[in-house]
């Protein structure tokens, strides 16, 4: 891999040793580590091959492609025949009980070419490759790796948060670049990859963003943000913590292996981690609540003690948002809201409609006027005339002198030869015509929606702890607000007020004080024409 994650700083094309995303089908996203040799030692003469229903991907066709490029498909021979090995018996399917070795291996053996074999099987990275054939059909779009596609893509282990949940999520924790966010159920990774975009703020030794660098000419150090994931799970855990690897986010995602209930969130004194100091805390757990004892102001809290914390808890059924709601309350924690999203998706595409477009796919190839079906039914009619009168191309030019036409005259027979199209004629007039057209800016514009809305995924329940709050600061607050608020003269008191306050004023003034009526009178004339 990079020394760089491919989810944070993407290249301009597809190199090799990184993830990259094969866009089949809107639902249909496989990914695939891009290998210029045969890592799997399958044995295609391609090299590194992925294979689809749409087709077979060599990954020499991908590497060093900018990403959004449209890849065709190649012809690749996925049976034991098309495979390196087949020639050796290396590529033949082992039989139960019986020998694996052929004729070949035999012959391998006793030429003493075994070793050789071994040797290649060690190192695949020095076979030589055979150049693919583009296939007839078939293709696939190449994407970089982000959040998104991933989370469309990844396999599935546990229940995963899909992006118009962690999107909303992210924004209603105020999550920025350098924060510090706890994850307590990572399950498959989807919430663990947008959550690692979402606070990184660079790489340490780096340049800061933009942002980041406001903030320390302000004499703020924001830090390069990380991710604190928890998962129960033993081997959803090592999982993770390979992904994590292999997609290049080990310096920003910590999993670690723990039940929060029982043992909290507290990394211990680990030397290698800093001590947790999160602003935001993510809970997809059974039971939320039980974790929340350990989510306090205390010295061990693994809390950020100078800043509000923004809570989310990730549940499906309403009788854990209950107990959840009823023990935050219990906790001191406020503003607590419960939330449940309905994504809906619009499809947005161009519609045509016409004659033009028949035996084209995707189209609508119905009349588009009067005058296309107008002239659709003269067509028909006369193919039918045609047929009940036995008056086909070939039989009037074979017989061009000899039948009646439909008018009796020679002129009408031959007229009626040359007008005359076939239905395949047609079609394959317009899908010649299809190549110099420009469909992409033909036809209108339009959107729909789904007929109707997916299925419940979970409740959200927001919550905020705010930063503990002592008489020192109390005072200190007391003296910036004296410090801060000027003396207001008569005046300003004036230009203050509301305009339900002025008219309450304009009433208790005294009766001979004429300027001060007047000039009452002038600022509720003000308002009023305000």
Known sequence: MSPHSPFLLPSAVASPDSLAILHLKRELLTPTILRPYDDENIGYAEGKVTTTRYGNYPHSTLIGQPWGSQIKASQVDTGTRGR??????????????????????????????????????????????????????????????TPEVWTASLPHRTQVVYTPDYSYILQRLRVTPGAEVIEAGAGSGSFT????RAVFNGYPNSEPSNGARGLHEQGMNPGTGSVWSFEFHDQRAQKLQAEIQEHGLEAI?????????QDGFSIGSSVSLPPINASAVFLDLPAP?????????????????STSVQLCTFSPCIEQVQRTVSTLRAFGWLDVEMVELSAHRIECRRERVGLQEEGLRGVNATPATVDEAVGRLREVEGRDRSYHHGLTVKALNETLGTVESMDGSEDGKRKAAEEFVSKQQRLQTIKDAQTSRKLYK???????????????????????????????????????????????????????????????????IPAGDKYAEMEMKWQVDDDEDG
């Open 193 to 196: 990859h947008a959550a690692a």
């Open 442 to 508: 033909e036809g209108r514009l339009v959107h729909r929606s789904e007929p109707e809305l997916k299925t419940h995924t979970s409740y959200l329940v927001f919550a905020i702890l705010p930063r503990p709050w002592t008489e020192q600061d109390e005072r200190k607050a007391q003296q910036a607000i004296q410090k801060g608020v000027p003396e207001a003269n008569a005046e300003d008191s004036v230009q203050l007020m509301s305009k339900r306050q002025r008219k309450r004023a304009a009433k208790e």
């Open 289 to 305: 609540w039980i974790a929340l004892r350990h989510l306090t102001r205390n010295p061990s809290s693994p809390l950020n003690p």
């Open 84 to 145: 390196v090995g087949h020639q050796t018996g290396r590529g033949s399917k082992r039989k139960r009980g019986g020998s694996s070795t052929s004729h070949g291996d035999d012959a391998a053996v006793t030429g003493g070419t075994l070793t050789g074999l071994v040797e290649e099987e060690q190192h695949p990275e020095s076979k030589e490759t055979k150049a693919p054939i583009p296939a007839a059909t078939g293709f696939c779009h190449l994407l970089p790796p």
């Open 253 to 261: 995602v910590k999993v670690t292996h723990r039940d929060v209930y």
